[in-house]
Nanobody, 124 residues
């Protein structure tokens, strides 16, 4: 059973930066595809970014491309999301999620493991 714990959220001004972390335990982290989703108030979960098990492949939602960077450290069982040039519309609870296979990575139902989420609030 994989457990995921996010950290790094907070309140930041427009244009600022945050780095989210997601620490994994209880499984073979280096075999997992890892993603970040977010959920704004009153909205559905939205795919943000994904990284494959080796860190060699990544993908991003159009809304964050060029501003966010996903990375992972398999030695530390941790995945990161560096968020720059933050906008008010980035305000959401950010969730870390894990799955085995790369395919269908934007589909929430494909993920078997989720963290509890970390709040990110961008003030204008």
């Amino acid at each position: 059973q994989v457990q995921l714990v996010e950290s790094g959220g907070g309140l930041v001004q427009v244009g600022g930066s945050l780095r989210l972390s997601c620490a994994a335990s209880g499984g073979t982290f280096s075999r997992l595809t890892m993603s970040w989703f977010r959920q704004a108030p009153g909205k559905e979960h939205e795919f943000v970014s994904v990284i494959d098990s080796s860190g060699g492949s990544t993908a991003y939602a159009d809304s964050v491309k060029g501003r966010f960077t996903i990375s992972r450290d398999n030695a530390k069982n941790t995945v990161y999301l560096q968020m720059n040039s933050l906008k008010p519309e980035d305000t959401a609870v950010y969730y870390c999620a894990a799955k085995i296979f790369w395919r269908d990575y934007t589909t929430r139902a494909q993920y078997g493991y989720w963290g509890q989420g970390t709040q990110v609030t961008i003030s204008s």
